[in-house]
């Protein structure tokens, strides 16, 4: 169980252009899904926390006009990069919780490149 | 600041020894912990949770959980190659907070 998919894996897109990443629970309903960006060799850094049917809470020096995030149902949240630069090029990772027990499962990630 | 820390590394140990993995936390409300494996490339898997004090144990993994001393550890018994990774300490920080608070993570690596 707690099985969190992720699409796409990888992408690579033109600089300027926006990119859109799915993150789904696929057994069980998530009620607040998390966004977290990993650079190589860095630490996890939590970009959002989105709550079903509420707007996203960013952190501090995350740009919330360039990160969207929409979480429009129990099982799906999305994040957008819109005009995706090459900085914003690095591993998107969401995790999604039930909430009950606090434990976070993650998905497997997408590595976007930004040429 | 509500903080998990963690030595990060890299701790060597020989195959088939025991590695020991160790986390502090500072905030005292903190109920809930966690442990995440994260091979490099991949994303974080959930290992361990642990929310009462004393010891869990889930086959060759135990967690230790002492929240007089704020610490949590995690011990990996007949260590293999495929134990390799990075260990995340992860606290439900209380409070109503959706989120986890976690560590930067220990670098493991088994020596074959």
């Known amino acids: 169980g707690a099985v969190v998919s992720q699409h796409p894996s990888w992408v690579i897109c033109k600089s300027g252009t926006s990119v859109k990443i799915e993150c789904r629970s696929l057994?069980?309903?998530?009620?607040?899904m998390f966004w977290y960006r990993q650079f190589p060799k860095q630490s996890l850094m939590l970009m959002a926390t989105?709550?079903?049917?509420?707007?996203?809470?960013?952190e501090q020096g995350v740009e919330k006009d360039k990160f969207l995030i929409n979480h429009a149902s129990l099982t799906l949240s999305t994040l957008t990069v819109t005009s995706a630069h090459p900085e914003d090029s690095s591993f998107y990772i969401c995790s999604a919780s039930s909430g009950g027990t606090y434990e976070q499962y993650f998905g497997p990630g997408t590595r976007l490149t930004v040429t | 600041q509500k903080e998990v820390e963690q030595n990060s590394g890299p701790l060597s140990v020989p195959e088939g020894a025991i590695a020991s993995l160790n986390c502090t936390y500072s905030?005292?409300?903190?109920?809930?912990f966690f442990w995440y494996r994260q091979y490099s490339g991949k994303s974080p898997e959930l290992i361990m949770s642990?929310?009462?004090?004393g010891d869990k144990e889930d086959g060759r993994f135990t967690a230790q959980l002492n929240k007089a001393s704020q610490y949590v550890s995690l011990l990996i018994r007949d260590s293999q190659p495929s134990d390799s990774a990075t260990y995340l300490c992860?606290?439900?920080?209380?409070?109503?907070?959706?989120?986890?608070?976690f560590g930067k993570g220990t670098h493991l690596i088994i020596q074959p």
């Open positions: 992860a606290a439900h920080p209380g409070g109503g907070a959706d989120g986890l608070t």
């Open positions: 905030d005292r409300v903190s109920q809930s």
């Open positions: 989105s709550n079903e049917g509420s707007k996203a809470t960013y």
């Open positions: 057994d069980f309903q998530a009620t607040t």
């Open positions: 642990i929310y009462s004090n």
